[in-house]
């Protein structure tokens, strides 16, 4: 019921932004959430003003916001395919069958799947490389948490969570063997209630800090209420929680945006594969929260950017194993982006199983 | 487990669930003066906005919870007067409440929306919420009015011509039964989770919804059940975060799921059917039949 609701009212807030000329390049937006959640989707609408203020006339831009991730998305992004728009930017994993399948119909249209791994000829697809940013929280975890117990929520069994979780806990376990991380599955990228139960529950069995793979910020602001420490999680989250938040993992799409539209302006775009981190600006840390961390900390995690962006550290070094103990990157090497890109395994180390 | 897990783990449940007994205990009274009223999340969502925008604005928690209620008072006073009045279908201004509160509740809160606030102690509300199942149980099973909302409820022509003001006791009703929902909402966005974002209701007015059907139009059945509810959704997050492997989306639709055992075993058996639910339930009152 909720989700046709939803649908229903996604129909309603269409919501043109600026006004059309005759030769401007028609871009839209499919949105899993609200611009304002200050998390995921308002990240990206921050990325489609950027594209905005970047291009000028040249563009219009639109989106349709809180699409459900079935087949009605499919309605929403036909909705823009059929009112002339020449590039769709379809900003959740789950789309990504909707949008091969309207993209079939639409072959004129080009299409941006945020990431996904399904490409067509009028199919890109594009994501960021978070888990850079989740080994260093995953370091600063490791060296911060006390009662060695980290408890983290995350929304859905995707690769995308998955690898984020691994990395996180790849980066902690190296500073500190004893750290154990906690996972709840909340199974909703967004309910500020929800986030804030686990979050609460988590810290109730004992986590002292608070990490998060959903889009609201409940769960730093529990971790404010409750005295332990946290990091947000797509946008810099500081204001919500002054006293908690150590750092967030911010998604910088701005730029990558711009560049698309202006491709289509320029008749240029193709189809490819971006997959991008600190080395091109597409993931940031938010500004290292002086009062909770030590200088030198910060200064690691400062250091641990860098050595990211210039490739003499990476996120998955070998040896890794998985939790059966077999070998899945040999030492000395890193793992490729295939085995990252369909991550669906837990690093040795983690408790639980990856649900199906 | 020790004590103090066991505690954190009530208290949790006692926060959460909260705001399914205040929304659950407004529809039950709704109903049982024969109006369904499919409105909740829209009224939660307005109660919500306007409390969180309140507060924001004067930073007085009092005038917060006083524009939260009087939200209630208007939206669901419109949504009285279309179906009682002019006598539209109840599930269609219901269904339609709701979609206009998640529209306008967004529209409001566009310019609040990531404004830090502080946010209030849930106690004093969890405390209400008790209270309030013990008044609305008492109301209705031991005192006059609460015989006449039964009445209207189960024939309204026959308390009409036994001289009850059936428009009037539902228009009571009604309001009544949005008032509560806009305090589920302002407990929601004030003390639950501090903040104001769109949609951040997240479906419990349908689970509100549906918990009244599971306690079988009762005061005392409809705490068990949001406690059945709430409980259930914490301890699987408490199992979880112990790495016992749960089937996570099961534990999503439960409360929908044991909504339709219940029904489905009331209606089994035409006795029980006419026990349990109001008679004249989405019917439409004609004055002069």
């Known amino acids: ?356 | 487990m020790n004590i103090d897990l066991l505690v954190g783990i009530l208290n949790i449940v006692l926060i959460s669930t909260t705001p399914l007994v205040f929304a659950g205990i407004g529809e039950l009274v709704t109903e049982k003066s024969g109006v369904l009223n499919l409105g909740l999340e829209g009224l939660m969502l307005v109660g919500a906005v306007t409390g969180f925008i309140t507060l924001v604005l004067t930073g007085n928690y009092f005038y917060s919870l006083f524009f939260s209620i009087i939200s209630g008072v208007i939206l669901s006073g419109i949504f009285a007067f279309l179906v009682l009045n002019l006598m539209t279908n109840q599930i269609a201004t219901g269904l339609a409440l709701t979609i206009f509160g998640i529209g306008l509740s967004a529209m409001l809160g566009k310019k609040f929306s990531g404004t830090p606030i502080e946010g209030l102690n849930p106690y004093y509300f969890i405390v209400i919420s008790f209270l309030l199942v013990f008044m609305v149980s008492y109301f209705l099973s031991k005192t006059k009015s609460g015989l006449i909302v039964r009445a209207v409820g189960e024939n309204h022509n026959s308390a009409y011509s036994l001289g009850y003001n059936v428009i009037k006791t539902r228009y009571m009703t009604i309001i009544f039964g949005g008032v509560m929902s806009s305090l589920a909402g302002f407990y929601i966005s004030i003390c639950y989770a501090p903040m104001w974002q769109e949609g951040m209701t997240a479906g419990r007015g349908w689970i509100a919804l549906a918990l009244v059907v599971f306690a079988t139009w009762k005061p005392w059945r409809l705490l068990v059940g949001a406690y059945i509810f709430g409980g259930v959704a914490i301890m699987q997050m408490n199992l979880q975060a112990i790495g016992v492997k749960l089937p996570g989306q099961f534990f999503n639709m439960m409360p929908y799921l044991a909504t339709i055992i219940v029904l489905v075993f009331i209606s089994s058996n035409k006795l029980r059917l006419k026990l349990s639910a109001p008679a004249s339930l989405n019917i439409t009152f004609e004055k002069n039949q």
């Not at chain 1, 400062?302 to 998985?322: D, Q, R, V």
């Open chain 1, 1 to 356: 019921m909720i989700r046709k609701i939803l649908t229903i009212l996604s129909f309603f807030t269409i919501i043109s932004v600026s006004a059309l000329h005759a030769d401007q390049k028609k871009i839209g937006f499919i949105y899993i959430g609200p611009p304002g959640d200050h998390g995921w989707t308002y990240m990206h609408d921050q990325g489609r003003i950027y594209m905005e203020n970047a291009l000028g006339d040249s563009i219009s831009t639109t989106y349709i916001e809180n699409v459900p991730e079935n087949a009605d998305a499919v309605r929403a992004i036909r909705k823009l395919a059929a009112s002339g728009h020449d590039l769709i930017f379809t900003t959740s994993f789950n789309y990504m069958d909707q949008t091969l399948e309207v993209a079939e119909e639409f072959p004129d249209v080009k299409f941006e799947h945020a990431t996904g791994f399904k490409r067509l000829d009028n199919v890109s697809t594009y994501s960021a490389r978070f888990y850079e940013g989740r080994t260093i929280i995953g370091h600063i975890a490791g060296k911060m948490t006390k009662t060695n117990t980290i408890g983290y929520i995350v929304s859905f069994p995707i690769p995308e969570v998955i690898r984020g979780i691994n990395a996180f806990y790849l980066a902690a376990a190296k500073v500190n063997p004893d750290v154990k991380i906690k996972i709840i599955w909340n199974y909703s990228w967004y309910d500020p209630g929800k986030e804030a139960d686990a979050a609460n529950t988590l810290i109730n069995q004992g986590a002292d800090i608070i990490v998060q793979h959903t889009d609201s910020y409940a769960p730093c602001q529990a971790a404010e209420k409750a005295g332990v420490l946290a990091f947000g999680q797509a946008s810099n989250q500081e204001a919500f929680c002054p006293n908690a938040h150590m750092t967030s993992i911010e998604d910088i799409w701005g730029p990558y945006y711009a560049a698309k539209a202006q491709a289509v302006v320029d008749g240029t775009w193709g189809s490819e594969d971006t997959w991008q981190g600190f080395k091109d600006g597409m993931v940031e840390m938010s500004p290292y929260n002086t009062k909770l961390l030590p200088l030198d900390l910060i200064l690691e995690a400062k250091n641990m950017e860098t050595a990211i962006e210039n490739g003499t550290l990476h996120s998955f070094e070998g040896p890794i194993y998985n939790q059966a103990g077999e070998l899945v990157v040999k030492e000395g090497e890193v793992a490729d982006d295939g085995m990252l890109a369909g991550m669906m395994f837990y690093v040795q180390g983690i408790d639980g199983e990856v649900p199906q």
